[in-house]
């Protein structure tokens, strides 16, 4: 027995075996307290070495989550990446509609380049085309002063302003109430037979004279017998009906039949009363009184 007392006594903290310290195997590094207390027999020694080390249960079930996570992310990594690569053919695709928009783009961008060159060559013949000389703006401006005019014919003339007044308000009443006179004289030279000279009547616009040479066939024979109305036109105008007039009854000698002056978007032609067509066409276009060959619209130039 080894006296327990003898301080140069191992004991083996692993089989609580005691040895001398010149016996004991292995021999301890040092001979501090840590190391007494702590030694191991060579056999206990051995068997530590063989022995495999127990798994702490907390750290192995810490270790399983891990795993656990890192498994649902490896997961979750590949749906990303799916989507990614849908992503990637989504965008391709509409990579390649802003790319076919783009050429839509330059298309049209080149379409209205063209338009708008020809526009400006439709400009430039208009501008020069549309420029009327100074005899057809002379003619203009007349037919638009003389357009709030009209003429009453047959009119006695017994030498007194008032009664002309007088005389052509009761006309313009009777055919259009309400219708103003702006001024009322004679025109032209004075004359050596008993034909007295017209009676020029100025109203307040032009669609009042149009109103009144449209009523003119309501004028009333029994109150104001052998008088005539009819518009103020210009000498070009009056020749150009005078033209009119003698080309018909050339036409008319040579065997056509059924022949007048109508007038087709405010133009005087000849035209055929048996055309069904041209006839409705004229009725449609014609905005003149009944007895059309003395108004013309002003704006039109013949």
């Known amino acids: ?23 004991a195997r292995p021999q301890p590094p040092d001979m501090n307290e840590h190391t007494m207390v702590n030694w191991l027999c060579e056999t206990c020694d051995d068997n530590a070495a063989r022995r495999p080390i127990a798994k702490n249960d907390s750290e192995t079930q810490r270790f399983n989550a891990i795993m656990q996570q890192l498994s649902v992310i490896t997961e979750s990594m590949a749906t990303c990446n799916g989507q990614i ?9 509409q990579s390649q509609i802003i790319n076919n928009c783009v050429t839509d783009i330059t298309t049209l961008r080149n379409d209205n380049e063209k338009l708008r060159s020809k526009i400006s060559e439709l400009e430039n013949k208009v501008s020069v085309n549309s420029i009327p000389n100074e005899e057809t703006q002379r003619e203009l401006l007349e037919r638009i002063r ?56 100025s109203l307040s616009s032009t669609e009042d004279a149009i109103q009144i040479l449209k009523n003119r066939n309501k004028l009333c024979r029994n109150m104001f017998p052998d008088i005539g109305i009819r518009a103020d036109l210009t000498p070009s105008q009056s020749t150009h009906l005078d033209n009119l007039r003698k080309e018909l009854q050339r036409r008319t000698a040579n065997g056509e039949r059924n022949l007048t002056i109508k007038y087709v978007k405010s133009v005087p032609k000849i035209v055929s009363t048996d055309n069904p067509t041209t006839s409705k066409r004229t009725r449609e276009n014609d905005d003149s009184p009944k007895r059309s060959d003395d108004l013309m619209q002003l704006h039109v130039l013949y």
């Open 85 to 93: 690569e849908e992503l990637k053919i989504q965008m391709n695709s």
């Open 1 to 23: 027995m080894i006296d327990p007392a003898d301080r140069g006594v191992l004991r083996c903290s692993g089989c609580q075996t005691r040895w001398h310290g010149v016996c």
């Open 146 to 201: 003389r357009g709030k005019n009209i003429l009453i014919l047959g009119a006695p003339d017994d030498g007194k302003r008032e009664s002309d007044i007088q005389l052509a308000n009761a006309i313009v009443q009777h055919l259009s109430p309400g219708i103003t006179i702006v001024s009322c004289y004679r025109i032209g030279k004075p004359r050596t037979d008993e034909k007295p000279n017209p009676l020029k009547i």
